[in-house]
């Protein structure tokens, strides 16, 4: 099935540092989606990209959905002890029908932010 | 977005026992999964709930293991039966609403001595 290349595994940053991860695939995708996940709860739901190229920011965090619809991004600025956690990269993959296969996860980036 | 909450939120339980977790959702939708992530992993799709229909397992998942109900379009319950250490996870009910747009409970921790 379709994988998802989520990188890095891991980050450790200075707070107000930037950060920025990304997830590739050889698979088409319909859309991307961004989580959050912090220890004992649920993926949060940051971002939702559902064209190529479009580019959404939530607050500090940015992410695009690349043009080839293979690859996306997340990026967020002046990052605060509180961004501590893991983010997921998702997304909808193009089934040969043209519409889309379940949900796919990337491995997931965790973020450790030093005060 | 969609509110969606769990119980219990975490048990602790004997092996060769079984668990029912519930998933309530604060709206109808018509798309309902559930997942599972074990330690350190990222998720993995159990099933989708069909209302008033058989689920639908993933490859290694099968009914007996993992019994789903969804009587309603804001309901659902996922059992782990006669569970084993090895079931010891987190499991996460998730919706679809908008289009595509997936979210997810709080999760359901379990451990199994």
């Known amino acids: 099935g379709q994988q998802l290349n989520q990188s890095p595994q891991s980050m450790f940053i200075q707070e107000g540092e930037d950060v920025s991860m990304n997830c590739t695939s050889s698979?088409?995708?319909?859309?991307w989606l961004w989580y959050k996940q912090e220890p004992g709860e649920g993926p949060v739901l940051l971002i939702a990209?559902?064209?190529?190229?479009e580019l959404t920011s939530n607050g500090r965090l940015t992410a695009q959905f690349g043009i080839t619809r293979k690859d996306s991004f997340l990026n967020i600025s002046a990052s605060i002890p509180s961004d501590v956690g893991i983010y997921f990269c998702?997304?909808?993959?193009?089934?040969?029908?043209?519409?889309?296969?379940?949900?796919?996860f990337g491995k997931g980036t965790k973020l450790t932010v030093n005060p | 977005s969609a509110v969606i909450s769990q119980k219990p939120s975490r048990d602790i339980c004997q092996r060769g026992t079984s668990l029912t977790i519930q998933c309530q959702v604060d709206?109808?939708?018509?798309?309902m999964f559930w997942y599972r992530q074990q330690p350190g992993q990222s998720l993995t799709l159990i099933a989708t709930?069909?209302?008033?229909?058989?689920?639908?397992?993933e490859s290694g998942f099968v009914i007996d293991k993992f019994p789903i109900s969804r009587p309603n379009l804001t309901f659902s319950t996922l059992t782990v039966s006669n569970m084993s250490p090895e079931d010891s996870s987190i499991y996460l009910c998730?919706?679809?609403?908008?289009?595509?747009?997936?979210?997810f409970g709080p999760g359901t921790r379990l451990l199994v001595l």
């Open positions: 998730s919706v679809v609403k908008g289009w595509e747009t997936q979210y």
């Open positions: 698979s088409i995708f319909n859309t």
């Open positions: 990209l559902y064209k190529a190229g």
């Open positions: 998702a997304g909808h993959p193009l089934n040969p029908q043209g519409g889309s296969e379940k949900l796919v």
């Open positions: 709206s109808q939708v018509t798309m």
């Open positions: 709930a069909n209302q008033g229909s058989e689920a639908t397992y």
